[in-house]
Nanobody, 123 residues
Framework: QVQLVESGGGLVQAGGSLRLSCAASGRTFSVRTMGWFRQAPGKEREFVAAISWSGGNTYYADSVKGRFTISRDNAKNTVYLQINSLKPEDTAVYYC????????????????WGQGTQVTVSS
C-alpha cells in the first residue's frame, strides 16, 4: 500500500503561482513513477506531469509545458508541482498518483491516488 497526501492548492488570481506537494508513505520502494493529474467539473481526469522516482525523467502534457515543473525529493518521499502563470482553465482538482511501471501519461498506469487538492484560478 502507498498513501499519498496532496497539499498546496488554493484560490489564486490569473498569472499567479502555486506549489503543490504530494507526500508519499508506505511501500514507496516499489514506486517507479509519480504523476499529477487534474479533473475539472464535467471533464475527464487528464494527465498533467510525471516524474520517474529514481531517474528524474519528466513528462508533461503539451498544455502545461513551460508553465508547470514537476520535481521530487526522495529523502522526503515528496513530489512537487510548481505551477506558474496560472490561467482560469487550470482550475481543477489536482491529484497525485503513484505507479509501479515506467508508463507515465495514462491514468490507468497508476495504482494509488491521493484525495486531491483544489486549485481555483480567478480572472
Amino acid at each position: 500500500q502507498v498513501q499519498l497526501v496532496e497539499s498546496g492548492g488554493g484560490l489564486v488570481q490569473a498569472g499567479g503561482s502555486l506549489r503543490l506537494s504530494c507526500a508519499a508513505s508506505g511501500r514507496t520502494f516499489s514506486v517507479r513513477t509519480m504523476g499529477w493529474f487534474r479533473q475539472a467539473p464535467g471533464k475527464e481526469r487528464e494527465f498533467v506531469a510525471a516524474i520517474s522516482w529514481s531517474g528524474g525523467n519528466t513528462y508533461y502534457a503539451d498544455s502545461v509545458k513551460g508553465r508547470f515543473t514537476i520535481s521530487r525529493d526522495n529523502a522526503k518521499n515528496t513530489v512537487y508541482l510548481q505551477i506558474n502563470s496560472l490561467k482560469p482553465e487550470d482550475t481543477a482538482v489536482y491529484y497525485c498518483a503513484a505507479g509501479f511501471t515506467s508508463t507515465a501519461t495514462t491514468r490507468y498506469a497508476y495504482a494509488y491516488w491521493g484525495q486531491g487538492t483544489q486549485v481555483t484560478v480567478s480572472s
